[in-house]
C-alpha cells in the first residue's frame, strides 16, 4: 500500500474535488460501514484512501483486503492528511472514491418495471434528509426514489451519509422537472399524492394499494399550491398540540408505513 505524504497529494485533490461535487462522474463515501455498502454494492472502486491508525486495526483488515481486489488506488495516509479531505468532524479513518451510480431516467425505467410506490422529492435541498427519506422509502418497500433538478444531488457525500447503503440499492432518477416526473406517473396510471399541512384528506383515508407515488416538498415552506393542484391528491398527518410539521424524513416514514401497512 502506497503511503501519501503531504508532498505527493494528487489523490488528496482528486479526493477534495469529489468531495466538492467537481468531478461528475465519482462519488465521494467515507467511513467503514459505507465502504462495505460500497463494496457489496459492486460499485467500481476508483481508489480507497486509509488512515494508517486504521490501517493497522484487525476489524478493518477484512475489508481493505477486499478493497484492494478490486481498487485501482489504494494509499495510507496519515490522520492529519484524512482530516483534510473528510468532510465529517471525526474522520473514520476510510474514504472511498467509486464511480458515480446511474440516476438517469433510462436507468430507472429499466428497474422498475412494476412501480408500485415511488418518492418524488421536490425543492428538498437538505442532504442529511435526502438521505434520510432514501434509508426510509427501502426500508418501506419503495420500488424507486425520484429526485427532481431543485432537489439536492442524493449521491452527494452527506446524502449518502445518512442513505446508508439505500443510494446504491434503490432505482434513483435525479434530475427531472417537477412536470416532467408527474407526467411519467401518470403515463404510468401512478396515482400522485402530495404531503400537504393544510389538505383535508388523512394520510390513512387514502387508497395506498394502488400504484402510487408520495410527493414530498421542502420542510420551510412546503409544496406550492400549483404543485400541490397538479398532483392527484394531497394528505396530511394529523399534528397535536402547537407544533406545525414534522421533519420531512419523519413525515415520510410516517406516510409509507400507512401504504405498507394497506398493503400488506
Known sequence: ???????????????????????????????????????????????????????????????????????????SVSEKLLESISYIKTPQGIVVLASRPETSEEHFVANNREPSLIVIMHRINNPVNVGAILRTAEAAGATGVIATQNTCDPLSPKSLRGA?????????????TYDDALAWCRERGIHTIC????????????????????????????????????????????????????????ATGVLLYEAARQRS
Open 195 to 250: 404531503a400537504d399541512v393544510h389538505a383535508s384528506t388523512g394520510y390513512d383515508q387514502v387508497d395506498w394499494q394502488r400504484p402510487s407515488a408520495l410527493i414530498l416538498g421542502p420542510e420551510s415552506s412546503g409544496l406550492s399550491p400549483e404543485e400541490i393542484s397538479a398532483a392527484n391528491a394531497a394528505v396530511r398527518i394529523p399534528m397535536r398540540g402547537p407544533a406545525e410539521s414534522l421533519n420531512v424524513a419523519v
Open 1 to 75: 500500500m502506497k503511503t501519501i505524504t503531504s508532498r505527493d497529494n494528487s489523490l488528496l485533490r482528486q479526493a477534495r474535488s469529489v468531495r466538492d461535487g467537481k468531478v461528475a462522474e465519482l462519488i465521494f463515501i467515507e467511513g467503514l460501514r459505507l465502504a462495505e455498502e460500497a463494496l457489496r454494492s459492486k460499485l467500481e472502486i476508483e481508489a480507497v484512501i486509509v488512515s494508517q491508525e486504521l490501517a493497522q486495526k484487525e476489524k478493518a483488515q477484512t475489508l481493505i483486503n477486499d478493497l484492494t481486489q478490486v481498487s485501482h488506488r489504494l494509499a
Open 164 to 176: 446508508m447503503g439505500s443510494a446504491f440499492r434503490l432505482p434513483v432518477w435525479f434530475g427531472p
